[in-house]
């Protein structure tokens, strides 16, 4: 079982940076990939970024490729999203995901539907 708290959501102007991080409880953090998700009001849940276990790679969508970078510390079982020049269109719930199974193909990491433990989501609002 992991426990995932997000933090670090708030009011950001449009170009500013925001910083989310996801604590997560339990001994073997460091064999879950993780993953951030985001909901919009009316829209369905979308896939934002993630990472392996021992953080050699990530993954982004490509709405964010290039803005934001995920990261983890697994001597500190956490994992970070750094939004870099947020638009307006990012305003959404946050939501980190750790996934208990293996991801076979690159593929697994984009798909919420495999993602086993969740948080309780963090509000990210962009607006000047």
């Known amino acids: 079982q992991v426990q995932l708290v997000e933090s670090g959501g708030g009011l950001v102007q449009p170009g500013g940076s925001l910083r989310l991080s996801c604590a997560a409880s339990?001994?073997?953090?460091?064999?879950?990939?993780m993953g951030w998700f985001r909901q919009a009001p009316g829209k369905e849940r979308e896939f934002v970024a993630a990472i392996s276990t021992g953080a050699g790679r990530t993954y982004y969508a490509e709405s964010v490729k290039g803005r934001f970078t995920i990261s983890r510390e697994n001597a500190k079982n956490t994992v970070a999203l750094q939004m870099n020049s947020p638009k307006p269109e990012d305003t959404a719930v946050y939501y980190c995901?750790?996934?208990?199974?293996?991801?076979?193909?690159?593929?697994?990491?984009?798909?919420?539907?495999?993602?086993?433990?969740w948080g309780q989501g963090t509000q990210v609002i962009v607006s000047s």
């Open positions: 995901a750790a996934m208990s199974g293996t991801p076979y193909t690159s593929s697994y990491y984009y798909t919420g539907a495999l993602y086993d433990y």
């Open positions: 339990g001994r073997t953090f460091s064999t879950y990939p």
